[in-house]
């Protein structure tokens, strides 16, 4: 493990809830998901990851997410890199614990025929709690102020 991603090896491996998670916005209907997420490294001074979510109740694929953490050296600062399927790449700029990231968007771009509302910002909050792994996504669209969108609860596969 490169000593750069060390204070994040609490992140590290798969983490799955398979019906736990809760998706909620005021422009859609809420919904119960399920969703695996994997951190992992290959030596080099960063942590790749990967996600993908379904719905609970019928198994429909949803949200598809993958990326890159990269840590600023000497502090507790990292930057999160991500591309959406959804036509959405975005950098989270934010700090790290021994057991918690807070990141928020500091660059978003997206497909020029995407979908509205367009998502202005998101907040990420993701925490480690002995056994578990909790994310909570909160997002500000062109139509709606910062609001929580995601939380989830994940456990070690």
Not at 78 to 103: C, D, M, P, R
Request: aromatic share 8%; glycine share 8%; net charge positive.
């Amino acid at each position: 493990m490169h000593d750069m991603i060390k204070p994040l090896a609490w992140l590290l491996g798969r983490w799955r809830a398979d019906r736990g998670g809760k998706a909620q916005y005021p422009t859609m209907t809420d919904m119960k998901y399920g969703e695996e997420v994997e951190f992992f490294h290959v030596g080099q001074p960063n942590i790749q990851f990967s996600c993908y979510s379904w719905n609970a109740e019928n198994q429909k694929n949803l949200h598809r997410e993958t990326g890159f953490i990269r840590v600023q050296p000497g502090t507790n600062r990292l930057a999160f890199i991500s591309a959406h399927n959804v036509g959405v790449a975005e950098i989270q700029e934010g700090e790290f614990t021994k057991n918690q990231l807070k990141v928020e968007t500091t660059g978003l771009t997206r497909l020029t025929f995407g979908k509205e509302p367009a998502t202005k910002k998101l907040l990420r909050v993701i925490s480690r709690k002995g056994d578990e792994l909790e994310q909570v996504i909160s997002m500000e669209t062109t139509k709606t102020p910062m609001t929580e969108h995601l939380r989830i609860t994940y456990k070690k596969v």
